[in-house]
Nanobody, 117 residues
Framework: QVQLVESGGGLVQPGGSLRLSCAAS????????MKWYRQAPGKERALVAA???????TYADSVKGRFTISRDGAKNTIYLQMNRLKPEDTAVYYC???????????WGQGTQVTVSS
């Protein structure tokens, strides 16, 4: 099993910034990618950003130019720097760890991000 602990969520005004962290521990092997997803009330969970072991990065169109994903391999931690936040970014943000060879993927408990004045 892989345990994922997210932190850094909170309440921020429109235009503000937040930095999320996700630390992985446990059976860390066959690493393929770590990802951030979000789920707003009444909506399906959606991919926000992903980073692979080789450093390939993907963003949802809605966050390109505003969010930055990064990874500290030594700490098995990923980050999501969120700038110029909008009310529509309000959601629970989830961290995901994906193994290679279909060996499974794992989810964190989620952290709430609320963008409101």
């Amino acid at each position: 099993q892989v345990q994922l602990v997210e932190s850094g969520g909170g309440l921020v005004q429109p235009g503000g910034s937040l930095r999320l962290s996700c630390a992985a521990s446990g059976s860390i092997y066959a690493f393929k990618a770590m990802k951030w997803y979000r789920q707003a009330p009444g909506k399906e969970r959606a991919l926000v950003a992903a980073i692979t072991g080789g450093g390939m990065i993907t963003y949802a169109d809605s966050v390109k130019g505003r969010f930055t994903i990064s990874r500290d391999g030594a700490k098995n931690t990923i980050y999501l720097q969120m700038n110029r936040l909008k009310p529509e970014d309000t959601a629970v943000y989830y961290c995901n760890y994906e193994r290679m060879f279909n060996l499974g993927d794992f989810w964190g408990q989620g952290t709430q991000v609320t963008v409101s004045s």
